[in-house]
């Protein structure tokens, strides 16, 4: 959730881009609309995005028998941590000719890891765009 | 002649032997070599994604409800949803008990998730919200709200199932590769298909867990 945060606060270096953005979530169109409309993680907290009530900005795409997310290698259907976990999250950059051209898992290893994530995607995206 | 005795049993043996291997789906999943316990989170995901795409397709429904009573919480989770997905009303009554009893929080959540795509259960579902657990209260809201909508979850994820995905497909996207296709549905229910937009701009995809 704080990767799609993050990303939302780098919109208009996207859009520059003339990039597509999709976030994946192997879950029914019910709990990914909720994922895309409601800030129900990370609203009402202190943070930085506790007052927002949206904090996705990507298009969110329902992908509810983990189809895409097996295909791409990053389904689970696993226990982590005590909780249930289908996919592992994962980035993909792909350019104009259709090509992957970048992969990057979030280590989530600081509270802040998910800024240098994204800054690394918009990085890859400026390559993909050229 | 103990050779030639020692033979003869074998070859008796032998279609015993395979015989006593787990054929079902079900059973298969109860004997992965990987469960999807914590230690296993990295390795044999795809058995895991094969299995519930054909507990699901396979739907054996007299087997699935006699699983839902089975010992290990992860084959009574699969279950709750399956059945729920295959739109089994007659199993309602078994997914509200392991709601209200079952000790395990994640058989809790995937039986009142099931009630939700079921549609049945209301009394059951709001009993949910106040589960001690928050992952068990927090998909109980959701199924809560599911109950309201006119959109038929069950009907969209048997859908999402009937596509098999090969084993040998799984893991394919690699860097300097061409990006899979795939298929899926905007979260305001438009249809998308990933190779309508590639080659046109750049892409970035982020696969989510709900809250990483």
């Known amino acids: 959730m704080h990767q799609q945060a993050q990303l939302r606060l780098k919109k208009d270096e996207v859009e520059k881009l003339g990039a597509l953005v999709f976030v994946v979530l192997a879950m029914d169109l019910h709990r990914t609309r909720m994922f895309k409309e409601e800030n129900l993680l990370l609203g009402g907290g202190k943070g930085k995005f506790g007052k927002e009530k949206s904090i ?25 941590w005590g909780a249930w976990v289908e996919n592992q999250p994962h980035w993909f950059v792909i350019d104009r000719k259709g090509k992957i051209t970048f992969k990057l898992e979030p280590k989530f290893d600081t509270p802040t890891a998910y800024e240098k994530d994204v800054d690394l995607v918009l990085e890859e995206l400026k390559k993909a765009a050229r | 002649m103990h050779g030639m005795i020692i033979a003869l049993a074998g070859l ?16 298969r999943y109860r004997k ?16 895991r994604v094969a299995l ?8 054996d429904l007299k087997a699935l409800r006699l699983a839902l009573k089975d010992e290990d919480p992860f084959v009574r ?7 729920s997905i295959l739109g089994d009303k007659d199993s309602a009554d078994a997914l ?9 929080y994640l058989v809790r959540i995937r039986a009142v998730e099931s009630l939700g795509y079921l549609k049945m259960k209301p009394q059951v579902i709001q009993m949910a919200i106040e589960d001690r657990d928050l992952g068990v209260s927090w998909v109980a809201k959701l199924a809560a709200d599911q109950l309201k909508s006119d959109t038929d979850y069950a ?13 040998e497909a799984m893991g394919t996207a690699k860097v300097g590769q061409p990006a899979p296709d795939f298929t899926a549905q905007t979260s305001d229910g438009k249809a998308f298909k990933l190779s309508t937009i590639v080659g046109k701009k750049p892409i970035a995809i982020y696969f989510a867990a709900y809250d990483g």
Do not use: H
């Open chain 2, 155 to 167: 009907k969209q994820l048997r859908e999402a199932y009937a596509t098999p995905i090969q084993r």
């Open chain 1, 56 to 80: 996705v900005y990507a298009t969110a795409l329902s992908d509810p028998a983990g189809y895409a997310s097996a295909l791409y290698g990053v389904a689970r259907k696993c226990l982590r």
């Open chain 2, 96 to 104: 509200a008990e392991l709601v209200k009893a079952d000790k395990e």
């Open chain 2, 77 to 83: 989770a699969i279950t709750a949803r399956a059945l």
């Open chain 2, 12 to 27: 008796f043996l032998l279609p015993c032997a395979g015989l006593s291997q787990p054929t079902s789906p079900i059973e």
């Open chain 2, 52 to 59: 519930e795409y054909e507990i699901i397709n396979t739907a």
């Open chain 2, 32 to 47: 992965l070599e990987f469960p999807p316990k914590d230690e296993n989170f990295a390795k044999g995901w795809q058995e």
